[in-house]
């Protein structure tokens, strides 16, 4: 199931959540990538990130770095109040303020690639296919 996983479109896994291969999904590739970048996971500073906009509360943001290697984790809270499922244009305005040096990073879920501008990430963008990033940065 792993394999197939690998190749997975993440707009089919969001469209059929209920058979949790989302889960799986998301899973496999946070942990696969913490095995790769052990250093950061392990000395690596956490660092609360701030959200403004209609649903800054509902979202949790947090940036893990070390030397040259930062990742950007975002994941929504209390979602029922963006709407379900919470992707795309339902964050609004609502925007992450991205670590010192953040300027660019890819998705590990999409492999898209996501601009802060003025320091800020809309969630809308980093939000448009699946409810949850986790960007490395660029």
Same mark, same amino acid.
């Given at each position: 199931?792993?394999?197939?996983?690998?190749?997975?479109?993440?707009? $089919?896994?969001?469209?059929?959540?209920?058979?949790?291969? !989302?889960?799986?999904?998301?899973?496999?590739? @946070?942990?696969?990538?913490?095995? %790769?970048?052990? $250093?950061? &996971?392990?000395?690596?500073?956490? %660092?609360?990130?701030?959200?403004?906009?209609? +649903?800054?509360?509902?979202?949790?943001?947090?940036?893990?770095?070390? /030397?040259?290697?930062? !990742?950007?984790? @975002?994941?929504?809270? @209390?979602?029922?109040?963006?709407?379900?499922?919470?992707?795309? %244009?339902?964050?609004?305005?609502?925007?992450?303020?991205?670590?010192? /040096?953040?300027? $660019?990073?890819?998705?590990? &879920?999409?492999? $898209?690639?996501?601009?802060?501008?003025? /320091?800020?990430?809309?969630?809308?963008?980093?939000?448009?296919? @699946?409810? +949850?990033?986790?960007? !490395?940065?660029?």
């Amino acid at each position: 199931m792993l394999d197939a996983l690998k190749g997975a479109d993440p707009a $089919e896994l969001l469209d059929n959540w209920s058979d949790g291969r !989302i889960k799986l999904f998301l899973t496999h590739r @946070l942990l696969t990538f913490r095995r %790769e970048k052990g $250093e950061l &996971f392990q000395r690596g500073s956490y %660092e609360p990130l701030s959200l403004t906009g209609d +649903f800054a509360d509902c979202c949790v943001a947090f940036a893990r770095q070390t /030397g040259d290697q930062t !990742i950007v984790v @975002l994941a929504p809270r @209390l979602s029922s109040r963006v709407g379900f499922p919470p992707i795309g %244009e339902a964050w609004r305005d609502t925007a992450a303020q991205m670590p010192n /040096g953040f300027s $660019e990073g890819r998705d590990l &879920f999409t492999g $898209e690639t996501f601009a802060a501008a003025d /320091g800020k990430l809309p969630l809308d963008g980093a939000f448009a296919c @699946l409810p +949850f990033a986790a960007l !490395i940065a660029l």
